[in-house]
């Protein structure tokens, strides 16, 4: 059949706000197990947010903010076929949640699966928070049932709070990033991870070398990378646990791949930058390490960059590698601030990530929420609009997958995720006060979390639902 659309209804502020009414709603009825199947013709209803393109830095008033309040998103066979105003009709599965919040899943562009056994732990920065917590918790993950019970538990954590693609470190274990693919897949994920190359200055059970770690990097790469909605991410943990031979290794595989990912962590911490320097006498700085042995390129996504400088910045905007802007952990384990506005005037795409278990929660609101913050402290304000596109289309641009999710353009996969405007008495009597799109939307960012999460859907089909 042919779908006609309406067109896009309303930039922000040009549209009159609904009241924040509780969902008349009738739930999703399939199944939530990963088994559950996708609705030939699925219609959605409620307040449809997204974005067109990237808003500007400080604006409330953007046109690229797409906000279609009370409208029917249409799927058909798992993909975005439109949306309009009006009842699509009996050949539609409806599911009616007027009232609600309606946005394309979030995308998380960094965090360990096996670090949800270390979340919230007491004390330490960095290096020490690796050793005390952080090692002993992965060297777990070498047994297979232990890697596949974690990576099911991960995946359905994330589906929980409203994430439903991410980039992800599994440990330095084959079988832990096999375990991990097979799981996404299972769920219809998009998700792009890869084992962790770690070959130094890690304990036994931890390391890996450089030889066997290549074999496993290019069984892995065979075996997963573009199978489904899954990618490779050549994976260095972060420059001090991998000799020069291991890093070049990791570049020749990007070299010779450019479709595969490279995921790792740069200049967090101060007493990392030292060490850093320390170990690698020759480089320029900590991320000069990483781009003399080619794995800064446009599939490169280097978790925090806070003690980055004006040259670090330009080489990221020249190779076009992106920053995954980890706040809440930033804040936790004591790292520093983050300059978001100077890597955006440097040209520099910046992405959002919960860095569980250095974060404390995987909820992208409450990223958000800490990402605000973040700036306040620097003297910067952070729109509701320039963190939710950073959370949704920025990221999927900046992993150019934005062909695929991020949006609700025709022809993306229906990963979409409902949301109650306001959970509980507080949020309920702020959200009852707003007076624009703005100022209700911010609210939710800064007062929500996976408790106002109705269902998740991957694919069009519902993998998450409350109750
Ligand atoms: N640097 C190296 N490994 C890690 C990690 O697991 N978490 C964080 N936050 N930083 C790291
Ligand atoms: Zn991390």
């Known amino acids: 059949m042919t779908m006609t659309a309406s067109p896009v209804t309303s930039a922000a502020c040009a549209t009159p706000m609904p009241a924040a009414a509780p969902a008349a709603s009738t739930a999703p009825t399939a199944s939530t197990a990963a088994g559950g199947g996708a609705a030939d013709r699925l219609a959605l209803k409620g307040d449809l947010l997204d974005f067109t393109a990237a808003p500007d830095w400080a604006r409330v008033d953007d046109p690229a903010v797409r906000f279609r309040p009370d409208h029917w998103l249409l799927i058909e066979q798992g993909r975005i076929v439109g949306a309009q105003p009006t009842d699509p009709g009996e050949g539609w599965q409806r599911h009616d949640h007027s009232g609600r919040l309606i946005l394309p899943g979030f995308v998380d562009t960094h965090v360990h699966s096996p670090q949800l056994d270390v979340i919230a732990s007491y004390g330490t920065e960095l290096l020490d928070w690796l050793n005390t917590y952080t090692f002993p918790a992965e060297r777990r993950y070498q047994d297979p049932a232990v890697a596949q019970e974690g990576a099911a538990r991960f995946l359905d954590a994330l589906l929980a709070h409203g994430t439903t693609a991410a980039v992800v470190y599994p440990t330095v274990h084959k079988g832990s990033a096999d375990a991990l693919f097979d799981a996404a897949a299972a769920r219809g994920m998009r998700l792009i991870t890869g084992k962790i190359l770690m070959d130094r200055h890690a304990p036994d059970g931890l390391r890996d070398d450089v030889v066997q770690a290549e074999r496993d990097c290019l069984d892995l790469i065979a075996r997963h990378h573009q199978r489904e909605r899954l990618a490779y991410a050549v994976t260095v943990r972060f420059a001090p646990t991998s000799t020069p031979e291991q890093l070049a290794m990791a570049g020749a595989l990007c070299r010779a791949d450019a479709s595969l990912y490279m995921q790792t962590h740069v200049a967090e911490n101060r007493s990392e930058v030292e060490w850093v320097a320390r170990l690698f006498p020759q480089a320029r700085s900590y991320l000069d390490v990483y781009d003399q042995v080619g794995?800064?390129?446009?599939?490169?996504?280097?978790?925090?960059?806070?003690?980055?400088?004006?040259?670090?910045?330009?080489?990221?905007?020249?190779?076009?590698?992106?920053?995954?802007?980890?706040?809440?952990?930033?804040?936790?384990?004591?790292?520093?601030?983050?300059?978001?506005?100077?890597?955006?005037?440097?040209?520099?795409?910046?992405?959002?990530?919960?860095?569980?278990?250095?974060?404390?929660?995987?909820?992208t609101q409450r990223t958000l929420s800490d990402g605000y913050k973040v700036q306040a402290l620097q003297g910067q304000r952070l729109t509701a609009w320039s963190g939710l596109h950073a959370a949704t289309r920025g990221a999927a641009e900046a992993l150019d997958l934005a062909g695929e999710l991020g949006h609700f353009d025709p022809g993306t996969m229906a990963d979409v995720c409902i949301w109650d405007w306001a959970s509980g008495s507080v949020a309920q009597h702020r959200m009852a006060l707003v007076r624009e799109l703005h100022e209700r939307v911010f609210a939710w960012m800064t007062l929500s979390d996976e408790r106002n999460l109705v269902a998740s859907y991957v694919a069009g089909v519902p993998r998450f639902q409350r109750g």
């Open 295 to 363: 794995l800064l390129h446009p599939r490169a996504v280097l978790a925090h960059g806070i003690w980055l400088d004006v040259t670090d910045r330009a080489v990221l905007a020249r190779t076009g590698a992106q920053i995954a802007h980890c706040p809440s952990s930033n804040l936790f384990l004591g790292s520093g601030l983050f300059d978001w506005a100077a890597h955006r005037a440097a040209g520099v795409a910046v992405s959002v990530a919960s860095d569980v278990g250095g974060g404390t929660s995987l909820s």
